[in-house]
């Protein structure tokens, strides 16, 4: 009886088949994202804040003084990004003097106060926290009302160290700070909530086809040891 040769199967499936099978089979869930899914949504929101960023006009648009007029119209990303990462003057930036002594903002004040913001657009020192998450008045019982580094922008900066350790301790920022704490912790929940999700769907994906896949090997298996798909062999 004259024995079959054994050879490796991939000799017998044409190549393109063999790389389209395995693209399939070992999709990442990076590509799997480009379906229809349940974070379509949340992916247009950052599509569209990378559009903002990547089209920027000469004032900074996560310069947050563009939007302490308009804060209900924010995009939740467009937030979060304020938070996060909002715009810090360019270090060649000159920062405008300001009063009788012609003081200027200093930019160490940005890591001395966290909640510190500078807008180039107000020439004015802003609270992200203040400007994104308070009402008029606010505090305990909504009876404080709000230091202008909550709404039109602070530059006096004469008195600057007072006025900020003051901002730090009023009961209205420490509410503020605690909402956009919150806020935060919520978005990134949602966005790996998402990001689960495209993982699981882009699994399964992989799952199904290696399933595909086995009939047709097993088929190529049981033809080639029985001789039925050798060619030449009678």
Known sequence: ??????????????????????????????????????????RSDHSETSEIIGNQTKSNMLDIGHYVKDVGSIDRTVIYKLLKQPHIP?????FPKEG???LRFQRKWLEDYKWLAYSVQLQAALCKYCV?????????GGHQKLSSLANSGFKRWKDVH????????????KTCVTKA????????????????????????KAEENRKRLIPIVETIIFLWTTGIGSKGNK
């Open 1 to 42: 009886m004259k024995r079959i040769k054994q050879t490796s199967l991939l000799n017998f499936i044409p190549a393109k088949r063999i790389n389209e099978v395995a693209s399939a089979a070992m999709q990442s869930p990076v590509q799997a994202s480009s379906s229809t899914g349940p974070g379509d949504n949340l």
């Open 181 to 204: 704490e919150n806020f935060v912790s919520a978005f990134e929940r949602k966005t790996e909530s998402v990001e689960m999700l495209l993982n699981s769907s882009a699994q399964k």
């Open 90 to 94: 360019d270090t060649s930036y000159v």
């Open 132 to 140: 994104l998450f308070s009402s008029a008045t606010c505090g305990k």
């Open 162 to 173: 007072e006025i900020f350790q003051a901002h730090s301790n009023a009961d209205y920022h």
């Open 100 to 102: 009788k002594r012609n």
